[in-house]
């Protein structure tokens, strides 16, 4: 479809918001299996950011599906327009100065590329958060793999859908290894080393 619409500057720029910030903004990106730990991780940083004055949020895999892409499923092309959606929004809170920490499984390889291409200059970086699927299994916060493993749940990311580890990650957090505090200081150390706060 031909596009004719023109893209519309504003007059406060990124660095402009940066500067009154005092950080920088980007999406820190948690890719791993259902239950490995990433809103949990998403969260607790997210609190120590705040808590430093980093102005920062959660776009989170299972609460933007009540909303943004409530109109998806879990096909691959369902889930390739899922994190198409959440890149765009990200790339827009980054734009307006925000630090985004998403979290979603993003299991497939090719849409974490796509979700790069589309965040070009805003990605700071993939972090595999990173979990046996026996361990995810036995954590099962939501009940889900159960509902999978009795096929009540189709296309499960490790059960039925496959997981594509990352393999070049900026960071891998192992949740079997680390508590989430440990995971937390290393993101933050991560970011720091960064300069983005
Ligand atoms: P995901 O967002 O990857 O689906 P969640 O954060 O929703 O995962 O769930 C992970 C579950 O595992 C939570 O119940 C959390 O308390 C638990 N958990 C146990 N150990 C860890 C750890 N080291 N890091 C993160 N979560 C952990």
């Known amino acids: 479809m031909e596009n004719h619409v023109v893209w519309q500057e504003g007059c406060v720029s990124r660095s402009d918001r940066n500067r009154l910030n005092n950080h920088k903004s980007g999406v820190i990106w948690l890719t791993g299996l259902s239950a490995s730990g990433k809103s949990t991780i998403a969260h607790a940083l997210e609190k120590e950011l705040f808590n430093r004055g980093v102005r920062c949020c959660v776009l989170d895999g299972d609460n933007v ?12 092309g369902d889930r390739r327009e899922n994190l198409r959606r959440v890149a765009e929004v990200a790339k827009l809170m980054a734009d307006a100065g925000l630090l985004v920490i998403a979290a979603f499984i993003s299991p497939c390889r090719d849409d974490r590329r796509v979700v790069r291409e589309i965040l070009d200059g805003n990605m700071i970086a993939g972090v595999y958060v990173k979990c046996s699927i026996g361990e995810c299994e036995r954590r099962d916060p939501k009940g889900q793999y159960m509902k999978a493993r009795a096929g009540i749940i189709r296309d499960y990311t490790g059960i039925t859908s496959p997981y594509e580890e990352p393999l070049e990650p900026g960071l891998v957090l192992d949740t079997e290894e680390n508590g989430v505090r440990e995971s937390v200081g290393l993101l933050l150390d991560f970011l720091r080393r960064r300069g983005l706060f």
Request: zero cysteines; hydrophobic letters at 25%.
């Open 65 to 76: 599906r009540h909303g943004l892409t409530s109109d998806l499923g879990f096909s691959p």
